[in-house]
Structure formats: structure tokens, C-alpha cells
């Protein structure tokens, strides 16, 4: 069998994040205050954020360097193995060759340390004593504990009420590293108690879960500082990390995508992949089909409007131009807790807007049909989130197999489920709905 692995030396993992802003046709259309309703300015973003991401999140510069303390976490696991997955190729009879980024080889399991560990780095440098987050599966909040743990920052969580209740082992997870975690709404904050005045069975949301992390950050009379897993622009340059490994794995497999794909809730990791690639195509070199795969019950890219939204449920935090369902928009309780976020990335969603990415929603019995069958090609179970990537990368290989042609098509794994296998059993059970 020829090779089924491009693994990078750790010599080779990059130095500097990939800043999108640079490159786009138009800037960005800035943040608005919550209250003034007037462009967000580095002071307003204060009481959230330390100096150095919030620099970050305005910055225009293309490339920006990754610290050393940063970098010393990163090759615990980083470069992250690509692999063309030639089982499922055959399994499939497609003329298409399959890749994957395979992200769950981090120490939470999934893409989500890739900004975790520079978020807790910078906020322990400004002199931070505790971060606040919200989390849908676990994903992020297990990411961001255990980099809290690496820099001795106290971490507080708040967890969507569904998910928490789906899935104990991601919570016993943050617990390990030494997370607080709650369960979203809760009593803690007066936006909790306000969605428990109007439900009491509230199952939560993850806007909802943000406006609880961000009032905790907020009030915490300057100790603590709030920490977003997606949607903010310094967010996703953090994860081109992912991207800018896969265009140097491509070439040692003499190859280069036609297609990209990624799952795309918040679109951070579906970024983290597209973005490097994009890179040439805006700057008028190759050019690839890029995918953004969310689910058919959370659909903001391709059903939501692009206007400016809150990125919370109480209207907390900024508004930003995105792709949006509306922030008081609760989807049901899907498996794939990850993909349940009302808005997309503000820099997601201009791209879309621009029509240089396509965007595809997908049910969750046919994600995780999908699921199943590249575990027992490729002996990895996807997390309910990635299977979203992956069902779209089949329907791609499958197609090549009617029309004859031979694509190279790149997906992102971005984590296991190892602790999602309830959401398996269900799915064998048949009590999963779409």
C-alpha cells in the first residue's frame, strides 16, 4: 500500500498564525457596541479580553508570531498527522482521494487546544487569576481547563443544560483539570435566573451560556476574564494552525485539494483548515471549492440572515455582522452540542457573502450513517461534530464516482468520541431524530 500518513517534523510546525483580515476584498464590518450601537473600540473590549488578544482581534497584520510558551504546548501533539484514508476510498469505488487533519490526537481530544493555550498563555501574562467560558459538548471546555491547568489559571465553566446532561464524561473531563462546571441556565447569574424565571425546564443554549460566562467575567470586579472557543477573529487565526500544517503535509503527498471541508458551528475549525488555502485564492493562485458543513437543525450559514447580531442571548457582548438564526433563536437538543450556535464567524460569514465558500446543512441520522462507516473503514470514531465533515467528504467521493473524475478532497477531523458514544447507541437505538 502506498502512504497513508504525512507526518511534518516537530522542527516544522509554523511559527506564526495566518491573519485572514490582510487578505480580504473589503475590511471587515466592525463590532458594534452593545449599548452606543458605535464601532467597538480596544477599551470597550476591556473587561472581557487582555491587551494582547484583544490587539489580535483588531490586527490587520497577515502573519503573527506564536510565543515560545505557546509553541513548548503545542508539540505535545503538534504537527497533527494528515492521513488519506484509502479504506474508505475503496469502501466508497470512488476515483477520488480522501485526506484528513486529524485533530483528535490533542490532549482533549479535539481542535479546540489550538486557541485554548494561547487565550490561557496571554491571560495568565496580564496577570489574570480566572477565566470564564460556556461550552455546548464539551469540546471547549475541556480545551480550555486543561489549559488553565498548564498555566495555573482557575477555570469556570458553563455548560449548555442539555449537554450536560448528555454528556457526564465531557464534564468529568473539565472536572480532571480542575474545572468548575455548571450547568447553563443556572442560578449564578442574573441572566441564568432570568431564562429559569421564563422556563424552569430551560435545556439552555450556547448564547445563553456566553451571556452567563461573560456576566461572571464582568463582575468579577477585574480578577476574571471571559474566553470565546470560536467566532472571534483572534479565534480563528489561532486554528490556521491546522491549515498551514496541511498545505505543507499536502505537498509531501504531491497533491493539493480540490475541495475542503470542515464542520462549521461557530466556524473556527471549519477556518483553521480553509483559511491557509484560501490564502492563495485570494491572492489570485490556486483556487479550491471550500465547504462549511453545519447542522440542518442549527442552520445560520445557509438559512440565517447576514445582519448585525448579538453574539449573546441577554445582549452582553458586541454585535457583529454575521451569518445569524437570531440570538434568542434555541435549537433543539442535538447530539452534536458543538454546532448549536446561533451565529457564524463574522469573518466566515463575509467570506460566504463573497461566494468564495459554499456552505451545506446536513441531519444528524445521516452524519452519524457517515460516522459509522468511516469508523469501521478508518478505526477512528468522529465526534458527532466531525461527522458532519465527514458525511460531506463522502457525498463529494461519491459523486466522483458517478461523474469518473479523480478530486482530492481534504477534511478535517476535528475530534474522537470517545466520550459520545451514548449518541452512538442512540443512533443504533434509532431514537435519534432529524
Known sequence: MSTTKFLLPEDRIPTTWYNVVSDLPKPLPPMLHPVTREPVTEADLGPL???????????????????????????????APLVRARRLERALDTPARIYFKYEGVSPAGSHKPNTAVPQAY??????????TTETGAGQWGSSLALACSYFGLVCEVYMVKVSYQQKPYRRALMETFGATVNASPS????????????????????????SEAAEAAINSGGKAKYALGSVLNHVLMHQ??????????????????????GAAGGGSNFGGLALPFLREQLRGGRSVRAIAVEPSSCPSLTQGTYEYDFGDTAGLTPLAKMHSLGHDFVPPSIHAGGLRYHGMSPIVSALKDLDYLEARAVPQTACFEAGVTFARNEGIVPAPESTHAVR??????????????SKSILFTLSGHGHFDMQAYLDYFAGKLED
Do not use: H
Request: negative net charge.
Open 392 to 405: 460531506v467528504a463522502i457525498d463529494e467521493a461519491l459523486a466522483c464516482r458517478e461523474s469518473g473524475e
Open 240 to 261: 490556521t494552525i491546522i491549515g498551514q500544517e496541511a498545505v505543507l503535509q499536502m505537498e509531501l503527498a504531491e497533491d493539493y485539494p480540490d475541495v475542503v471541508i
Open 122 to 131: 496571554y491571560n495568565k501574562k496580564a496577570g489574570v487569576e480566572r477565566l
Open 187 to 210: 442560578e449564578l447569574t442574573a441572566s441564568g435566573r432570568a431564562a429559569l424565571a421564563a422556563d424552569p425546564n430551560a435545556t439552555g443554549s450556547l448564547g445563553l451560556a456566553i
Open 49 to 79: 479580553f487582555p491587551p494582547e488578544l484583544i490587539e489580535q482581534e483588531f490586527s490587520t497584520r497577515t502573519d503573527v508570531d506564536i510565543p515560545g510558551a505557546v509553541l513548548d504546548v503545542y508539540r505535545q501533539w503538534r504537527p
